[in-house]
């Protein structure tokens, strides 16, 4: 399991302290129990050395092999072995460093279960510590790579869905073009540079990427030009913002489809000019468009009118917001009319 450096270094600091704290304190607690101060402190750092060693060791080991709940026996098992090494390695040491005095080997040999029972303590503890610190790290390293996961897959669906949307759109563009080249080929050129422009624009963007009102709806305007020379007189376009919604952000490319299913709906089941009106506001910290086209009840089914580009459109904003709310249609009195919120909360704490 990977670690961060910063979080080893921390647990390095906080380890040493509290381990030089404990010696001290052994070394005052042997001092006043009556031994010289260069005994005590001998004694002190031979066995709180080698616990720390210990300790250490064990931590390391548990990086790469952390015992599930029901093998926690394993560590109250390699405690005992642990706690007795320390207690006859330090005893060993000790006799070899002190061999003729006698008083202080003997206060050693009556003290060792109480030495063993503290090493045990000290052991048991720091293994208790360190399953609690990596269970937290691998924790935290199982959620990242969940939510990078979550990420990937979110990034390659939107992806899918633009992917998806574009040939529909140029597909009926090519028509219009090649329909165009015979009788009027000055308009003809003129839709093909709109057209270069537009999917020039399309590919510059980045999918998650936020811009302003005022980007999108300039880059609106190529594909409203397009469509202008497809059908002619037959579309109107009205088109109203507020100051204040103009600054405000947007996902990139997000106004294209709800445009492209007004004019579909508006004009394949009309006759005579249609006009698609779209409107931006503000209300509580949220961008709203509206956009509304007119539809012949007798000939349109209006419910319907949620095609794909509307759908994708719905999908693209709860993967960016998780909610299922940013949308509304309404089918009244001849017209049709969808709502889009964009909060605007999000850019907000994005940017800090």
């Not at 060791?57 to 015992?67: A, D, E, I, N, T």
């Not at 939510?147 to 990937?152: H, S, V």
């Not at 080929?185 to 811009?211: C, H, W, Y």
């Not at 299922?324 to 704490?349: C, G, M, N, R, W």
Request: charged share 20%; glycine share 4%; hydrophobic share 45%.
């Amino acid at each position: 399991m990977a670690r961060s450096p910063l979080s080893v270094v921390k647990f390095l600091k906080v380890f040493v302290t509290w381990w030089l704290a404990w010696s001290a304190l052994h070394a005052i607690l042997l001092w006043w129990l009556g031994l010289y101060w260069q005994i005590a402190l001998t004694d002190s750092g031979v066995y709180n050395g080698l616990s720390a060693f210990a300790c250490l060791l064990l931590c390391y080991v548990m990086q790469f092999y952390l015992p599930q709940k029901e093998r926690y026996w394993y560590i109250f098992f390699i405690s005992l072995l642990l706690s007795s090494l320390i207690v006859f390695t330090g005893k060993y040491l000790l006799q070899n460093i002190y061999e003729g005095n006698n008083a202080y080997l003997l206060s050693l040999k009556y003290s060792l279960p109480i030495r063993w029972g503290i090493a045990f303590l000290l052991i048991v503890c720091m293994s208790m510590i360190c399953v609690l610190w990596y269970s937290f790290q691998y924790q935290q390293e199982t959620e990242q790579r969940k939510n990078d996961a979550e990420a990937l897959s979110k990034e390659a669906e939107l992806f899918a869905l633009r992917r998806q949307l574009q040939p529909h759109f140029l597909f009926n563009s090519l028509n219009s073009i090649s329909a165009l080249v015979g009788t009027r080929p000055q308009e003809a050129r003129n839709m093909i540079q709109q057209l270069s422009d537009f999917l020039r624009g399309t590919i510059k963007k980045d999918e998650n990427k936020t811009v302003t009102l005022a980007e999108e709806l300039q880059h609106l305007q190529l594909y409203l030009g397009i469509e202008q020379v497809r059908f002619g007189h037959r579309l109107d376009t009205q088109l109203t913002s507020s100051d204040e919604s103009l600054s405000m952000k947007i996902p990139a490319l997000l106004l294209q489809p709800i445009v492209e299913n007004a004019i579909k709906f508006g004009l394949y089941d009309t006759i005579g000019q249609v006009t698609i009106r779209i409107q931006t506001l503000t209300n509580e910290n949220q961008l709203i468009v509206v956009i509304s086209n007119p539809f012949d009840p007798d000939t349109a089914q209006p419910q319907k009118g949620e095609g794909f580009g509307l759908s994708s459109v719905k999908r693209r904003l709860y993967l960016l917001y998780a909610r299922h709310d940013l949308v509304e249609t309404k089918a009244a009195d001849k017209l049709f009319t969808t709502t889009v919120k964009i909060p605007q909360l999000i850019y907000e704490s994005a940017d800090n």
